[in-house]
């Protein structure tokens, strides 16, 4: 049973658009959200996290939307360029114990 | 550079042979974790090691082995491959505790193929 389910599987947009990744989960104790970024032959690695007592955190072009009550998160890139072409997983984990993850978008973002 | 090193990059393997995937980190990271990633199952979790001398299984255990002997070693064993078990293997740690201060780190992986 996916414990985080991630839409969509791929996405492709404009330089300077917008692509937005959702992802759902059911465990309401699951206390920590975060998305990592993934390059072709490279580890993923942490791009941004966040907690559920806040409904959006950004950082630089990178923003994370929460809605607990949803039990629904997502991310936007703003002003998207091809070098943000990676695959993006959401993840979940609950006091760290475990890290479950989607099953990830992959991202293309065309000149 | 600190972070974590795995070895090999790539293996093919003949079904049925013993494989130990390793990973050795150099940040003193309390927990430890094996990942595999299939296309369109995203990254699951094979085991895991919350401190030297501890393991545990994630989501998907079966066919695979761990030791958490010190700090910075955590191998990955195949007993006898299958072809299921072809995949990408991420090795990664997290220094423990709050899962806000302690992010998971990664390697860049082993391309396993079984035949």
């Known amino acids: 049973q996916q414990q985080v389910k991630q839409s969509p599987q791929s996405l492709i947009v404009q330089k300077g658009g917008i692509p937005i990744i959702n992802c759902a989960y059911e465990n309401t104790a699951f206390d920590y959200f975060p998305w990592y970024q993934q390059f072709p032959g490279k580890g993923p690695a942490l791009l941004i996290a966040i907690r559920p007592d806040v409904s959006e955190k950004k950082e630089g072009r990178f923003t994370i939307s929460f809605n607990k009550s949803a039990k629904q998160f997502s991310l936007h890139i703003m002003d998207s360029q091809p070098g943000d072409s990676a695959t993006y997983f959401c993840?979940?984990?609950?006091?760290?114990?475990?890290?479950?993850f989607g099953t990830g978008t992959s991202l293309t973002v065309i000149p | 550079i600190a972070g974590i090193t795995q070895a090999p990059t790539s293996q093919i393997l003949a079904a049925g042979r013993r494989m130990t995937l390793r990973c050795t980190q150099d940040m003193r990271h309390n927990a430890m974790y094996w990942y595999r990633q299939d296309l369109g199952l995203g990254l699951r979790l094979i085991h895991y090691s919350n401190t030297a001398g501890t393991t545990g299984k994630g989501e998907v255990p079966d066919g695979y082995s761990v030791s958490r002997a010190n700090t910075d070693d955590f191998p990955l064993t195949l007993a006898s491959a299958v072809p299921s078990q072809t995949s990408v293997y991420f090795c990664a740690s997290r220094r423990g505790g709050n899962s806000y201060n302690s992010p998971l780190h990664f390697g860049n992986g082993t391309r396993l193929t079984v035949t």
């Open positions: 993840a979940a984990s609950k006091s760290g114990n475990q890290f479950y």
